[in-house]
């Protein structure tokens, strides 16, 4: 969402922006949320991973495009987003072996019975228009013969990217074939693939549609690599794009990984300049702000943010991340473990029994259940006598044990070990041993945070009561 907001400001010619491309089976694991403190709609996965945000600001111009095989999917995805977008694109042209593994992308174009049928079932179930972006085929009679047997399935538009499946960017894309493609068809033809040979700039953009014939152009790498290319006027210097961009960023909560991955494609061949290695370096979406500037923008923003979620929480009490006793003396907090908001080195287990350890209490315990419906696990962590969990179950019983670590550590207002708050001498004591020989015995990592004296995890049978207290 962040690129696509940037897109449309600083590109007012811009009609519509095409989402990145979304497998069906992820999105059929989400749930639609409506994100108050974002003013945003989250599509949320089991892991609480958001795999695709909107805002109502965009709805009027986006275009979801997924990544399907199946038309009884791809028409469940539809029906799940389309009261938030304002269409549905079906990617039939990526070549990646991500895509045309699972039979998607490109490997549908040798199967055109499936893609009649997956169009056909979407233009049929869905309110909002429909429609598909292809590659050309070895021969030109048969990509003619392909793109009328799609017209026919009621689609609104199809885009053409002119190389064929095995092409690369390296290759020079056939305005030939998708003018010819554009001659024969009566809906509208979306030119693609021109932003390494034909468009430099805004104007090119004009030019590379009058070359292919086509009703307009759909812009890809160009466009990540310099939002404003859209632009009448010509492209903003980079540096004040990146800077907008990484606002729009903050500002949405985007996780610094993806937020470090377009910056690193709009730097490009400036990835060894100074602030290339700086950007390389961060491990943070604060660190990212420092790196360009904005170490303050970024402070302020997230405290505006964090008041808006703690108003939000205060007004819905029984949603609050706050801890919370119930009858069974349990403490619990909707708590999820997020790997990447993490050190690699140190976990909120580690931290957990460091504090232990400086407190002269008994190592934690921790006692965790598998649920049969969905073999989601969830755990309970006892630390001086006191029982801690996580109320939200997860994939895997080591992250279990590290939600309810975490739901211990935030209860007695302690570092858990996210990015930037590491705890000092935990942080010292993991250097020290590794800068020492890993193979002494001596300076051997200690077991994981309770690996001593955890419990086995139960599985439970249908219908078992857990073995824990107050379960």
């Known amino acids: 969402m962040r690129n696509r907001r940037t897109v449309w400001k600083e590109g007012g010619s811009v009609e519509f922006s095409c989402g990145e491309e ?6 059929l694991q989400c749930k639609r949320v409506v994100n108050e403190a974002l003013s945003t709609v989250d599509f949320v996965a089991p892991d609480d991973r958001v795999v695709f945000r909107t805002c109502e600001r965009e709805q009027s111009k986006v275009i979801f495009q997924m990544g399907t095989s199946d038309a009884e999917r791809a028409l469940a ?4 987003v389309e009261n938030d977008v304002a269409g549905i694109d079906v990617n039939m042209g990526c070549p990646k072996e991500y895509s045309t593994k699972g039979g998607m992308g490109a490997a549908l174009l040798s199967d055109p019975d499936k893609i009649e049928k997956i169009l056909s079932t979407l233009v049929k179930g869905t309110r909002r228009p429909v429609t598909c972006k292809i590659r050309i085929l070895p021969s030109l009679e048969d990509t003619l013969s392909l793109v009328k047997r799609i017209e026919r399935t009621g689609i609104a538009a199809i885009a053409v990217h002119g190389r064929k499946r095995e092409e690369r ?21 979306i030119a693609n693939g021109g932003s390494h040979d034909h468009i430099q700039g805004y104007l090119d953009i004009e030019d590379f549609r009058q070359a292919t014939a086509a009703s307009s152009v759909m812009v890809a790498r160009a466009a990540m690599w310099n939002p404003s290319i859209f632009l009448k006027e010509g492209p903003r210097p980079l540096e004040e794009v990146m800077q907008k961009y990484i606002r729009y960023a903050v500002q949405y909560d985007n996780h610094y990984t993806n937020t470090k991955y377009c910056l690193c494609q709009m730097l490009r061949e400036q990835l060894e300049s100074p602030q290339g290695r700086l950007l390389h370096a961060a491990q943070s979406s604060q660190e990212i702000c420092e790196a360009f500037g904005l170490g303050v923008f970024y402070e302020e923003t997230t405290r505006e943010l964090d008041a808006r979620r ?4 205060a007004r819905s009490p029984e949603e609050a991340e706050e801890p919370a006793e119930d009858t069974s003396g349990i403490i619990k907090m909707a708590i999820k473990f997020d790997r990447r908001a993490y050190s690699p080195q140190i976990t909120p287990k580690m931290c957990l029994l460091e504090w232990c350890r400086r407190e002269k209490l008994a190592q934690p315990v921790y006692e965790t259940v598998q649920r049969p419906l969905d073999r989601l696990f969830c ?3 006892t630390v001086a006598e006191q029982k801690y969990q996580s109320t939200l179950w997860d994939k895997s019983k080591k992250l279990a044990e590290q939600a309810a670590a975490i739901v211990c ?11 930037g708050e590491e705890s000092p001498s935990l942080h010292k004591r993991k250097r020290e041993a590794l800068d020492q020989d890993p193979g002494d015995p001596r300076t ?10 955890k419990k086995p995890f139960v599985a439970l049978a249908s219908g078992q009561e857990s073995p824990l207290e107050g379960w």
């Open 22 to 27: 979304l497998i069906d089976l992820k999105m």
């Open 77 to 80: 995805v539809a029906r799940l």
């Open 169 to 189: 960017p390296q290759h020079p894309v056939s305005c030939e074939a998708i003018k010819a493609i554009a001659e024969t068809l009566s809906i509208p033809v």
């Open 310 to 313: 703690a108003k939000l929480l």
């Open 379 to 381: 755990s309970v962590v």
């Open 409 to 419: 550590l935030r209860s007695q207002g302690l570092p858990e070990g996210r990015l």
């Open 444 to 453: 051997q990592e200690p077991a994981m945070p309770g690996e001593l004296c």
